[in-house]
Nanobody
Framework: QVQMVESGGGLVQAGGSLRLSCTAS????????MAWFRQAPGKEREFVSA????????YYADSVKGRFAISRDNAKNTVYLQMNSLKPEDTAVYYC???????????????WGQGTQVTVSS
């Protein structure tokens, strides 16, 4: 069993920055691929970014590429999402997830956090 808790969400103006963190329990954290998804009101949950177990391979949705950066610190059992140049359309609840392989598909992930709200004002 893996428990994951997100933090760092909040309200920010368009063009601003925010860093999300997700801390996971368990000694096997370093073996998991990690990802961030988001869900805006009335919309489906969508892929944002993923990182493999080594941290050497990263993946981004086209909508955030060049603005967001995913990273991980296995010693701290934590994955981060640095969000820059934020836009109002980035407003959503952001969820972290852990799975066997890095993927854009929700079904690849076995464990999910509770989510953290990100609101970007125009």
């Amino acid at each position: 069993q893996v428990q994951m808790v997100e933090s760092g969400g909040g309200l920010v103006q368009a063009g601003g920055s925010l860093r999300l963190s997700c801390t996971a329990s368990g000694r096997t954290f370093s073996m998991y691929a990690m990802a961030w998804f988001r869900q805006a009101p009335g919309k489906e949950r969508e892929f944002v970014s993923a990182i493999d177990w080594s941290g050497l391979s990263t993946y981004y949705a086209d909508s955030v590429k060049g603005r967001f950066a995913i990273s991980r610190d296995n010693a701290k059992n934590t994955v981060y999402l640095q969000m820059n140049s934020l836009k109002p359309e980035d407003t959503a609840v952001y969820y972290c997830a852990a799975g066997r392989v890095a993927s854009r598909a929700q079904g690849a992930y076995d464990y999910w956090g509770q989510g953290t709200q990100v609101t970007v004002s125009s």
